[in-house]
Nanobody, 126 residues
């Protein structure tokens, strides 16, 4: 069983940047699909970005494409979410998740992922 811990959230002004980190322990993240989801108040949890088991294939929700990236550091068992040009609509609790290998795609469905962190709050406000 893998344990995931997110960090790096906080308050940022519109147009600013944040880098979220996801630290994995218990097993390696290498060879597993991983993703970031977010959930705003009174909204469903939604897919933000994902990376496949090989580390080659990535996918992004249209709302963050061109602004967010999802680099992985397999050597240190870390996953990141680099968020640039943040706007108030990006405010939410951000969750890191890992799941089994899915070939040739990055699943966007939350139920595909088996392990979740506790989340980190991102607030975008002036």
């Amino acid at each position: 069983q893998v344990q995931l811990v997110e960090s790096g959230g906080g308050l940022v002004q519109p147009g600013g940047s944040l880098r979220l980190s996801c630290t994995a322990s218990g097993r390696t993240i290498s060879g597993h699909n991983m993703a970031w989801f977010r959930q705003a108040p009174e909204k469903e949890r939604e897919f933000v970005a994902g990376i496949d088991w090989s580390g080659v294939l990535t996918d992004y929700d249209e709302s963050v494409k061109g602004r967010f990236t999802i680099p992985a550091d397999n050597a240190n068992n870390m996953l990141y979410l680099q968020m640039n040009s943040l706007n108030p609509e990006d405010a939410a609790v951000y969750y890191c998740a890992t799941g089994p290998v899915v070939f040739f795609s990055v699943p966007r469905t939350a139920s595909t992922y088996q392990n979740w962190g506790q989340g980190t709050q991102v607030t975008v406000s002036s």
